[in-house]
């Protein structure tokens, strides 16, 4: 069902009393997919963040109505823990949703990530984390999932993944939002918040 | 009230793996218990008038090195718990377990080595003395805890600074209890501690919840 789950007409946010995005009026559907475009500093990561629910900023005069919905997001920095094996951090980031393990071996197998289902994730590379956290992502199907740089750290391999990861979110009428520095036209139907023009 | 066997093993697994308190710190107390008898009296004993005092020290230090061995990193934690969808008080309620299951074990053990390495003992009987370490490790984990969630120590000086005097005011409360004061009011020291107890969870808990609505 289309629904708006995130909209303010002044989102203005900030790290203490810097404001980093001022008065940018925003209007998420959960149907839609978005991109975020912007120089560096411009708050992409920061709007990221906010989306998500893991900004830790502070809100300034701001009237912002939002739904609680199921959003994941992936960010250059890792969130998938070190010192447990990709397994357990499938089982520890999914245990909420109790899919069975016959889904998780077909999406591990999909982003080719069988041969290291047991290996620690202190020893994976940083693509090979990112690609973890995509597969976690797919198994978890969220409502909306933000991706943070999404194309850093993916050889050619990973990328055919990820595009056929938001094709299938797009065609299932699931919200996927990518913040980068310029556009990626990886789904043709994004619209597009461009926080140079704030 | 939410017990989440995931979250638990993330952190037993974790704390397995990592190796700081159970490696490092154990050890290195117990070898400082075993040369302290030897350093302060010559002998495999010590008085009786400094085997409490000097029991209680340790206690804090083993308690404060402990707290102080993996900080809490507030955003990253954040961020671990929106993906994995774990509400903070859900949070709070595992974390105090799993860290209770890693404390109580090496405190116990350590109370215990000390008690033999110094040929002395506590005058109670066990199961208060087991009682006292419980409620002692409870609430110092879940002060640790409190303290890592509610503030950002990028500075582990200052979190030892602040979190002795609470260890200290903890440790008030199991004192007479070792000296042999009578079964009346050993009672009520242990009721005044159970008290105090159920009350840090219970506001830390409601605060938490409230936050999350």
């Not at chain 1, 502070?58 to 890792?78: G, Y």
């Not at chain 2, 009682?131 to 503030?151: C, K, W």
Request: aromatic share 14%; charged share 20%.
């Amino acid at each position: 069902m289309k629904n708006i789950f995130l909209n303010s007409n002044n989102l203005t946010i900030g790290y203490g009393n810097e404001i980093v995005i001022k008065n940018l009026s925003l209007s998420l559907s959960n149907e839609k997919n978005y991109e975020i475009i912007g120089k560096n500093g411009s708050g992409k990561t920061t709007l990221s963040n906010f989306i998500s629910y893991n900004f830790e900023g502070n809100l300034f005069d701001s009237v912002i109505t939002r739904d609680k919905l199921d959003i994941s997001e992936i960010s250059p920095k890792a969130t998938l823990l070190e010192n447990l094996t990709l397994d357990e951090n499938v089982a520890y980031f999914t245990h909420y949703l109790g899919i069975d393990e016959e889904t998780i071996n077909s999406k591990l197998n999909k982003f080719k990530l069988t041969d290291y289902r047991n290996d620690s994730i202190k020893n994976f590379s940083s693509g090979m984390i990112k690609r973890s956290e995509l597969a976690i992502c797919d198994i978890k199907n969220p409502d909306v999932l933000c991706i943070d740089e999404p194309l850093n750290y993916l050889d050619k391999e990973g990328i055919e993944i990820l595009e056929d990861l938001l094709n299938i979110r797009s065609s299932d009428n699931r919200c996927s939002i990518l913040s980068s520095q310029e556009s990626l036209n990886i789904l043709t139907n994004m619209e597009t918040v461009n926080l140079n023009e704030v | 009230m939410k017990f989440n066997k995931y979250l638990i093993k993330k952190e037993l697994f974790t704390e397995f793996r990592n190796n700081s308190s159970l490696y490092l710190i154990t050890p290195t107390m117990t070898v400082l218990i075993i040369v302290f008898p030897i350093l302060a009296e010559n002998r495999f004993a010590i008085d009786e008038d400094l085997f409490i005092i000097i029991q209680i020290l340790f206690l804090i230090l083993f308690s404060t090195l402990f707290s102080i061995r993996n900080p809490i990193d507030n955003q990253k934690l954040s961020r671990e718990l929106n993906f994995a969808r774990i509400t903070r008080s859900e949070y709070f309620i595992n974390k105090i377990t799993s860290e209770f299951l890693i404390y109580f074990p090496q405190i116990l053990l350590f109370s215990v080595l000390y008690s033999a390495f110094t040929n002395t003992s506590v005058k109670t009987s066990v199961l208060y003395f087991i009682f006292t370490i419980i409620f002692f490790s409870v609430n110092t984990v879940m002060v640790n805890i409190i303290f890592q969630m509610f503030t950002s120590f990028n500075n582990k000086f200052v979190q030892f600074i602040l979190i002795v005097p609470i260890y200290m005011a903890f440790s008030f409360f199991i004192a007479p209890i070792w000296l042999g004061i009578n079964q009346e009011l050993i009672n009520i020291y242990l009721m005044l501690y159970l008290g105090i107890t159920i009350l840090i969870f219970s506001f830390t808990n409601i605060y938490l919840e409230r936050n999350e609505k």
